[in-house]
Each structure stands twice: as structure tokens, then as C-alpha cells.
């Protein structure tokens, strides 16, 4: 068993025994006692209410806004990723600081990245006054998450001497943007060895469906093409404020310890990818019309009269490498 599958095994583990996540909060939403019976340095209801309201703040769909009020379901989340003193974590869309100050629990050190300016400012204000003995190791970089180099997370906290150093990501992820964030991250920092996200519930089945099935698509091949996600249990909607209307669910994944091929390989698999499944219904024969012929298709070992939906990422990585270079 090399390193990554242990990684894959040691987080389904955690996986099995935070199943019951979904139960965090009880009947009528009513928040459950923490793990450790004591809160003190976490957001509960009461603080994130009063912090929106002091701030003039109300959560907006615009930029998929739902904060965790619950400290248990906060302390089980990072429990599952596994997050130690030793850790450097990568937190995305902060917002009041509920998994922030969860992280930074540990002794961890996490750098935030942030869009909104008034939570931006206001999260190293919260974290000095509710964990002042780890205010040190937060840093919080105020940018657009698809838009932020491996560079700018470095030079915070991650590690500006090796920006390839490894870290994980922990994030409740913004539901609108959840998908494109992951994989732009994965594809911009190599050091991203293993993650735990909370997104939407279908959107985690998308994320870590398996080929031939009803939720598999792109998100699905081309988050495999970095590495293997499985769904690692619900969260309830109570535990979150203002609830969403719709159901949510942590996504676990592990990072490959080689990668498939360079860059140049995966542009051209991940358009192969959108090729085929932009047209779902339709066979890879005529899918991939102009960019793979019958006669690569073929040399690939695939049946040209198969559906995308049905090829695993490396059937995509073969039908790549099948294919002519200019391709692209």
C-alpha cells in the first residue's frame, strides 16, 4: 500500500465514525453540547448573531454564505481531515470564523482566504479575542479564490521557501463556486495533498461518483485526475445560519502521489472530458467529432460507440495520449 492509499484509508476510517454528523444538531435545531464540553473558543448562535449583527452583515446567496453555528459538528469536521499541531491548513470563504477558530483549535497553522472585505477585516479581531494563544499562526489573504496563486498562499503562511510544502484543505466552500475552487486549487498548488469540503449534497455526489453512474460527469473524471474523493457523511441543514434549502455533505479527498502526466496531458484530457459529456447523450463517436477520430478512439481500447459517461479518467488519460498533441 503506497502513501496515498493510506492517506485514502486512514480518512474513510474517520469517515466511518463521523457518520452520524448529519445528527449534530438535535430535534428543532437546538445546537448539541461540543465534544469536549468546552466552547469557550468557538462560534456558537448566540456569537455569530451578534457579530452579523454588529457588523451590519447579512448573509448573501450572492456569494454562498451559510456560517456554521454548531462547535460539535465544527470539532468533527476537523477531526475527520485529520488536522494536528503539525498541520499547515488552507481554509476557503472563512466567513465569521466558525471553522477558522475550529482549526486553529489544534495548534494548526491556517491561512484564510477571504473575498469579502468586511469579514476579512473583522476574522483577525475575532481570532485575537476568542484564541489569542494562537493568533499567531493565522494569517488571512483577501482575494477571489479562483483567483489567488500558489505564490500569494505562501507568502502567508503556508510556507514562502517551499511553496510545494504539503497542507490541506478544510473549507465549508461557497456553494456557488464550490466545484471550480477545488480543482482550480488543485491545479495551481501542488502542496494540496488532502482535503475535507463541505458543499452541497449533490454536489458531493457529483464530486465523487463513479463512472456509470447517475451523478457522474466532469466534476467527477477531472477531481480524479488529481486523485480519489469519497463521501464522507451529511451535515444537517440546522446547523447552519441562515439554513439553506438545501442539503449539505463533506467530500474527502486524497491527492495521487504521481500524478497522471503534465499539464500539457491534462488540458487535453480535461477537453476531452467536456466534449463528451457536453453532449451526454451522445456516443464518443460522435461526441469527440474533431478531436478524436474513430481510429484513436479505437487505439485507445475504447468502443467508439460508448457514451462518456461510462469511461473511467484513465480511459480519458489513454484517449488523450491516443490523440495528436496539436489537438489541443
Known sequence: M?????RIEDQRGKADSSLDISLAAGQGGR???PIDGNDAGLLGAFRIHALARDLGIRPTKKLGQNFMVDPGTVRRIVSLAG???DSRVLEVGPGLGSLTLGLLETGALVTAVEIDPCLAEQ????????QPEHAMNFSLVLNDALKVTATDLAAAVLDADNPDRPFLLVSNLPYNAAVPILLTLLEKCRGLRSAVVLVQDEV???LSAAPGSKSYGVPSVKLAWYGEAFKAGKVARSVFWPV???DSALVAFVRREAPLGDNGLRRRTFRLVDAAFGQRRKTLRAALKGLASVDAIAAAGIDPTLRGEKLAVDDFVRLA???PADAE
Open 123 to 130: 476574522l483577525p479581531k475575532t481570532v485575537a479575542a476568542l
Open 321 to 323: 495520449k491516443a490523440c
Open 83 to 85: 488536522v494536528t499541531a
Open 204 to 206: 458531493a455526489d457529483r
Open 244 to 246: 439553506p434549502n438545501v
Open 2 to 6: 503506497d502513501g496515498a492509499e493510506e
Open 31 to 33: 445546537q448539541t453540547t
